[in-house]
């Protein structure tokens, strides 16, 4: 089955956190239009980190398309069971609300290579120890790492600057694997191929 993964910038770099800030509804309608094309080209598998940002609107388009597409198949890749714990209330809400509608859900930092249960991860998420951010950290980029490893391709939100969508970048090339960039200050689509 064809697989595509997304990586891509934190709300501080997509227009703030305002959900409807003109940046991010840019970036979603790119998004959306990227995907229907990714599907129309017989992708039907599609990775989300689970990070504030970018992540968060691919899969909130997807759960929308699902109902068009029944077919697809979500899949949450979780760095460590904690990610969302220090983040507003409201995040931590819609992190759990977006993990609820995934058909797969894994754990990387635990079982990078079996899914687990959505239950596991309510009952586990808020009482787990926060992480360090240089285990944080670490964790983020294996979670990049494990995402690129299993997609066939790669969209990225990126304005080319460096971090963890640059290194999420840069290991998909490595891999072989084609990946569109969208820049959505300059509003240009670029494909590259690894």
């Keep these: 089955m064809r697989s595509l993964a997304f990586t891509g910038h934190r709300p501080d770099k997509l227009g703030g956190y305002a959900p409807d800030n003109p940046i991010a509804l840019k970036v979603k309608a790119k998004v959306e239009k990227l995907v229907r094309k990714a599907y129309a080209a017989n992708v039907r598998k599609f990775i989300f980190g689970m990070a504030l940002g970018l992540d968060m609107y691919a899969l909130e388009i997807c759960i929308g398309l699902k109902k068009e597409f029944p077919d697809i198949i979500l899949v949450a890749a979780v760095p460590f069971i904690s990610q969302a714990q220090k983040w507003p209330f409201g995040s931590q809400e819609r992190w759990l609300w977006l993990l609820s509608h995934c ?92």
């Design 103 to 194: 058909d797969e859900i894994y754990l990387v930092d635990e079982a990078p290579e079996n899914p687990v249960q959505y239950r596991e991860i309510v009952e586990g998420w808020s009482e787990a120890d926060s992480e360090s951010k240089w285990s944080a950290v670490t964790k983020l980029h294996a979670r990049n790492r494990w995402m690129m490893d299993r997609a066939n391709f790669v969209i990225a939100v990126w304005d080319g600057s460096s971090g963890g969508t640059a290194n999420a970048v840069s290991y998909a090339l490595k891999l072989g694997k084609r990946v569109v960039c969208y820049d959505p200050f300059t509003d240009k689509t670029v494909t590259l191929n690894g």
